[in-house]
């Protein structure tokens, strides 16, 4: 998945004719999530998840998740300056989110929107 965010009508034309499993897959390693955390974020059951073959093209809700999931994990790994201390960032359970881990909060756009703001405060070294 060798998107870039700065065309939106390229985002939008990649979501309609739909993002792979081995995309999704690709993405879940580099940030070590699990199948099981993809399926969740993606809004698909876990066996529904494991029933796509690698080539098989997600229905446009589940891409534009993938997308919006890839710019939040890039911009957080941009924040922290270094994956690993990012990737155990998403698994700390938060007082300022109600003692989630800012992974669990992933599988709603709302939540999405929480920890991307979580991140822009970090950035701006602001106290959350």
Known sequence: MLLTFDDPFLLIEKTREGLTKD??????E???LTDREMA????LSERTYHRYKEEARLDVSASDRLLQLKKLLQYGEEVFED???FKRWMRRHLRTMYGEAPLALLNT?????IVETALG???HSVYI
């Open 83 to 85: 994956r690993e201390k």
């Open 30 to 32: 580099v940030y070590g």
């Open 109 to 113: 756009m709302t939540g999405m929107k």
């Open 23 to 28: 995309d999704a897959d690709a993405l879940a």
């Open 121 to 123: 405060r970090i950035e």
């Open 40 to 43: 969740r974020i993606l809004n």
